[in-house]
């Protein structure tokens, strides 16, 4: 079969390629297989044995997905059970992309603040990579930016969930799923995966940020923003949000103050009525 349009990821590195090890079937891809590895380093694969086209590394630091490449893009990979007698997997023109991370919610809570990527909960600049990515694989593949299928949580995922494709289904799909909706698999990755931002991203939408820059030019709309006098809306007491802005400390400074001089006057009114109670308990 004739493979069409480039064959390597831009950026991608090749440190840990195993088509030669492992040839492959040549295909023309036009589904995205995700997975997560459940773990938070660049994973073995048994040497190839078990190992997607693409690897999504997390470089926390950066704030960016370093990618791997292990097949070229329409040649078949290994991460996904093919057993007899069945239906094609990893033949049946499917690209797989494996993310370090984890779609647990255990496995989650048991890495804590460790850094690590959890799919119902990925940075801004993860959905962005993967989107660009996706949007790739569009433009050089004609991997179409849809998705027919649902993204339950993890555990309930795993196993011969709901959302497991047929045979017929499976054969018939075009664009992007997961591990867990491929028939003769039992994986439950990548879980409650947010497809919808990163194909809406991959399309040119807005792509959600953590901290958005703002410029001088922002700076100066925010600050000179008219808002109402919340207290009071029936006037035009319509002020500047800096007006609010720059006398926002002194009147939480005056505002604590108050509070401490009426946590005085408790403290000593309890203290009275303590006083009195223990003369009444003398007197009796």
Known sequence: MTRSGPQRYPGASTAYWYQKKYGGDAMESNVIVWHTTEGRTLPSYDGGASAPNFTAVP?????RLV???HFDFDTSSRALVNRSGGVETNTLNACQVEIVGTCDPATHRRWGS?????TPELPAWAIRDLAAFARWARDQHDVPLACGVQWPAYPSSYGASGVRLS???WNAYRGHLGHQHVPEN???DPGAFPMAAILAAAKGGPTPEDDMALSDADVKKIWAY???NPIDKTKDNTRQAGTYLRYADHRQVVLLSRLDAALARLDHIEAALKS????LNADS
């Open 59 to 63: 470089d926390f630091a950066r704030g």
């Open 67 to 69: 990618w791997y490449q």
């Open 114 to 118: 460790t850094p690590h990527l959890y």
């Open 167 to 169: 045979y017929a289904a």
């Open 186 to 188: 039992d994986h439950g």
């Open 226 to 228: 008219p808002l109402i």
């Open 276 to 279: 009195i109670t223990d003369r």
